[in-house]
């Protein structure tokens, strides 16, 4: 071409008689021919190298928003940490391959082969003998009423010659979603407190500290021990992780969020003016009468306890 260009005077026909020659088209050779000029930098524009990398990184980037969008809608049964059965992903290949193509399969590390032979594999025998007991177990739960739990189930089902263990009987009503009656009572730990006016959070979710005596964060909660349920109360010191009081308590009343807070001011000290005390929005019996900005016991007045008083809904002792 650079042959024919030096011979004629008309670039335009030098590019129709070669590529007469070559027998392509004319404009296919006259961009190739601008291509060369610009790679050997007699011509502004992009070189081929850039155009290259433009492409790769134009592909990366519809790749990654493709996986993107798979794991965004798959985040309903990823979120639990662990891998599902694959008889789950290949459900949801099967309901999104039309829209994204094999690639799913890369996204969810799951090989197009494993996928493919498993759409064509037959049922384990687990897998029947969980459809043909999972069928048992509706019946049974309905029939009684929606109050047989896992033992009296699989009493029924073994009166009725199914031979079944416990805890078979057990993973499929909590795949089911099916549980007994229970009489016993839900604990609590935290009572709103019914007033309009509560402390505001000053901290923001933000429990760190720069300094000990900054921020201490309170939290109630409660142990099965041997000889029945008691409460534990502790406050916690932001900036180091030190438990700076705790007591425990059969009961769950005011006293025991007070003590607590009576023990972290005997053991750090009153005199910490910048102090934050981070506690729920709950009160406890014979709380009512208290407030959080008034002095909670006589040997813990304003002046020697915490200068500021922070609530938010997160944490479990109420009312200090």
């Excluded at 049922?123 to 029939?143: K, Q």
């Excluded at 309170?218 to 029945?228: I, P, S």
């Amino acid at each position: 071409m650079a042959e024919t260009a030096a011979e004629r005077s008309d670039r335009h026909g030098a590019v129709t008689h070669v590529a007469r020659q070559l027998g392509i088209g004319p404009e296919s050779l006259r961009l190739w021919v601008r291509q060369a000029e610009i790679d050997r930098g007699t011509r502004a524009g992009l070189t081929s190298e850039e155009r290259e990398r433009i492409k790769t990184l134009e592909r990366e980037n519809r790749e990654l928003r493709r996986a993107n969008e798979i794991l965004k809608s798959a985040a309903r049964f990823l979120r639990g940490g662990a891998r599902p059965p694959l008889a789950a992903m290949t459900r949801y290949i099967d309901e999104h391959l039309g829209s994204y193509g094999e690639p799913i399969c890369r996204t969810l590390q799951v090989a197009p082969s494993s996928y493919y032979a498993a759409k064509v594999r037959p049922p384990s025998a687990r897998t029947v003998r969980d459809a043909e007991l999972s069928t048992e177990n509706i019946r049974i739960h309905a029939e009684h009423f929606s109050v047989y739990g896992v033992r009296k189930a699989w009493h029924v089902l073994r009166r009725e010659g199914v031979d079944v263990g416990r805890d078979h009987v057990g993973r499929l009503m909590r795949v089911l979603g099916l549980a007994g009656a229970t009489r016993t009572k839900r604990i609590r730990t935290t009572i709103v407190a019914p007033v309009s006016q509560r402390p505001a959070d000053l901290v923001e979710r933000v429990f760190s500290a720069a300094a000990p005596n900054r921020l201490w964060v309170a939290d109630l909660t409660y142990v099965w021990t041997r000889t029945g349920l008691v409460y534990a109360a502790f406050v916690v010191d932001a900036f180091s992780r030190a438990i700076v009081g705790w007591r425990v308590s059969v009961s769950l009343h005011a006293e025991l969020a007070l003590d607590v807070l009576e023990m972290a001011l005997w053991a750090r000290g009153a005199d910490h003016p910048d102090l934050v005390h981070h506690s729920d929005r709950g009160v406890q019996t014979r709380f009512k009468g208290l407030s959080q900005h008034c002095p909670v016991r006589p040997s813990v007045v304003l002046r020697r306890g915490p200068r500021r008083v922070s609530s938010s809904r997160g944490s479990c002792v109420a009312g200090c």
